[in-house]
């Protein structure tokens, strides 16, 4: 046979390869279009559906434009990520039937019950530094009176691979509601980002099990707390491990502390650093450990926060078991609480203006004590920010370092940017607090929150994270999506290499020309 018929030969047998590889990966992902008041098909935006379907497609994106849209339960199975994004001028999709009007404005629901795993919620706009509390495209509000189960986002036992972004929730004070709550167990990769939660009678998040988890550039306040219904900001049962909590602001949080254990349970591994956690009638962190109340706490790491104006009875760091944690360059500062004794192993923290009012006249000085029980403490006699008082709300005012501190320990790579992406030490000095010393950075680009670098996705936190099924790389892809993507088909006989991406026309478009190709060798013969 010649050398054009081995040729034609090998090709086909290429083609019978990759028809069947192609074959048995999904179809090619699709868009579609949700409007309030419409009464189409989703194809576009004039023949939009009037809300999200009760089966969603896998691997599909789902545009929302403004409106309101009630309560949704996402429960469709399998493993291909379904995204759910709001409709912008910028991020729209199609532009058949388009009007700007859909883009302006919130798209609004009373809560979401998410029930399988994999999914993207992503409001697009709003949150984070510069637009804390505003612009979010997502919001979830509900002001019916609620039972002690009731929650803004609650997920079922096992869900994981979950973003929510740019996302506004609240409540009313009247009524008893979690924010995010996770209670039955097996909750994983769960990321919460560019969040605006606020106004809850309950917790901000109520975890059971969870893992490998992220909460970043959000704010958390105002949730009320009784004697009969305890709050806290985020409340842990059982085993929650791994979690990173960072660049968020905690504004008046009540209840037992800002971060707690309760019936049991135990935080291993949390990394809490670069937040802002102010006027809490609460401690930042209480882990008890006594009678039916058995909480643990081990290998904490928190760094780099700033804490004020704490009103508690413990305005420290009170882990009455645990080992391995550690507080290191946190700002302490103008807190009004009976004492400041810090767990674990710390050192290299500021301490400033912080007073024991309840049971002393004058006020007693909490400073000597603090700045004894460490080896490199810093102290500072007034505010250490450009124009904040540690008091009034810190979303509207500059938080910013007035000038360098001492220089603080020098920690992990991962610690190394604040919720401005200036990265600590550029100046040769570690500054202490949330926010490191110098102009302000550009804000890590919130469409791209990945991978182990500045922000992270829902499936990286912990080793390994960003192989599980449902989570996103960096172009917002499931991993498990790109897995083929740019491959080389080849067969004995054929140097032909087509890199095939799937679904794409460019790839079928080269596979039709493969094909015609080796018809047409084979129509000639040799």
Known sequence: MSQRGLLG?????????????????????ADHYVRA?????GA???NALPSLPPTLVRGDTYFVAAGSYGAYAFNTPGSATITIKRATASDHGTGAGWQAAYGTGVASFTGISIEASNLVFDGQTGGGPGSWKTGHGFEIYDSSAGSGGSALVSLAAGVGNVTLRHLHAHATLDT???GVKGTLGGNHHIAVSYCYFHTLFGVHFHMNGWTDSLIEYSYFAENKSTAEWHSEGISYIGTVADLTIRYNIWYDIEGTAIFAGVNNGLAKRWKIYGNLLSLADCPPIAVYHGGTNLNGMEDLAFHNNTITRISASQGGIYIEAGSGNQAKN??????????????GDHDYNWFGDNLRIDGCSPPCDLDPAALAAEAHAEHGTASPFVAWDGVTDPASADHHLK???????????????????????????????????????PQPDASALQDGGASREAGSP???????????SRDGKPVSDRAGEGG??????????????????????????????????????P
Request: with cysteine; charged share 15%.
């Open 488 to 525: 080389r088909a080849a067969s004995d006989g054929c140097s032909c290499s087509v890199p095939v991406r799937e679904g794409s026309p460019a790839g079928l478009l080269a596979l039709f020309l493969l094909v015609g190709l080796a018809l047409g060798l084979r129509a000639r013969g």
């Open 330 to 343: 946190n700002i302490w500062f103008t807190n009004r609480s009976n004492t400041l004794a810090i767990a």
């Open 176 to 178: 008893k509601t979690a």
């Open 44 to 46: 576009d935006w004039t």
């Open 37 to 41: 008041g419409a009464s189409g098909n």
């Open 403 to 441: 000038a360098p501190t001492m220089a603080g320990a020098s920690l992990a790579a991962e610690f190394s940017k604040d919720m401005f992406g200036n990265t600590r030490g550029a100046d040769g000095v570690w500054d202490r607090g949330a926010v490191e010393y110098g102009p302000l950075a």
């Open 462 to 472: 912990g080793d390994g994270a960003g192989k599980q099924d449902g989570a996103l």
């Open 9 to 29: 030969q090998g090709c086909v047998s290429v083609l019978v390869v990759v028809v069947a590889a192609l074959g048995a990966r999904p179809a090619l992902a």
